[in-house]
């Protein structure tokens, strides 16, 4: 029985939707948009900037708790989570798959499917921030940076390169450090491949650095660093075998579609990871 079922009326699922993508966000409006009504979508941001376009998505918080059993009683207000972490946020992964057993709540991983490799792309593919740091002097002299910000300061050690950074919206001065070779690269959403493409010509970029994060926005700038005949610099994603999750979101739908049906709560929730 749905939290938010009230006597005589229609039975109303409450969803936890926590995203950490635009991709994510996308879903949220998508939810609304089949469901109506029957699904009350509350969103959490952890560390993207996207707003849904849907008035009827409801915006309840930025950040998980940071307290274990304070996320593990938030879960328990909802009837099912979609957890669209950014696919790179192991820690914040493994505190709501966690918290989502301990509260016995259906629990979704949403992740956007990787982004198939066009043989014009020219990937030099490594594992980590530090692989990427270690690789980017052999590879360019200027070097586009689509990381997440905290990533940034990483390439400082790297003496005698420019790295502009692309960011989604400009930091303001006291709270940017770097020096001036890490100028800021303004790319608002929503992007298009013909503003990735004056990017990279305005910053005459010899090379894009990033993660393989499958996200839409993100694959806009794979696409013209293509067309320029730029090496990406490309941070693998991190592999979590035991995360089944939806790849579209029509497989979230679809996943949804058939948790929302009235039926013993665990019984739904033995079905979470077979999308």
Excluded: Y
């Excluded at 009837?79 to 820690?91: A, C, E, K, Q």
């Excluded at 990033?210 to 090496?231: E, K, N, W, Y």
Aim: proline fraction near 9%; charge should be positive; glycine fraction near 6%.
């Amino acid at each position: 029985m749905s939290r938010n079922e009230s006597k005589g009326g229609p039975t109303v699922s409450t969803c936890l939707l926590v995203a950490g993508t635009p991709d994510a966000v996308r879903l949220a409006d998508a939810i609304v948009d089949r469901f109506g009504g029957g699904v009350r979508v509350e969103l959490v941001f952890v560390g993207v900037a996207a707003m849904p376009s849907n008035r009827r998505v409801t915006v309840s918080g930025i950040g998980l708790p940071s307290e274990d059993s304070a996320l593990v009683a938030w879960t328990r207000t909802g009837d099912l989570v979609i957890d669209g972490l950014d696919p790179f946020d192991l820690p914040a992964i493994r505190r709501l798959t966690a918290a989502t057993e301990a509260a016995g709540c259906p629990r979704l991983p949403f992740r956007s499917r990787m982004w198939e490799r066009h043989p014009l792309d020219r990937w030099v593919e490594v594992r980590d921030l530090a692989g990427a740091v270690k690789a980017i002097p052999s590879v360019a002299r200027i070097a586009l940076l689509s990381l997440p910000r905290a990533q940034i300061s990483a390439f400082e050690q790297v003496g005698g390169l420019r790295f502009p950074v692309r960011l989604p919206a400009a930091v303001p001065a006291p709270a940017w450090t770097l020096p001036p070779r890490f100028p800021q690269v303004l790319a608002p959403a929503p992007t298009s491949l013909a503003r990735e493409c004056h990017i990279l010509r305005e910053t005459k970029a010899q090379a894009v650095v990033m993660r393989a994060t499958g996200a839409l926005d993100d694959g806009i700038l794979v696409a013209a660093a293509r067309s320029f005949d730029l090496p990406v610099v490309m941070i693998r994603r991190p592999i979590d075998r035991k995360d089944r999750a939806a790849r579209s979101i029509t497989a979230a739908l679809e996943w949804l579609e058939h948790a929302v049906k009235p039926g013993p709560r665990g019984s739904v929730s033995r079905e979470t990871d077979r999308v």
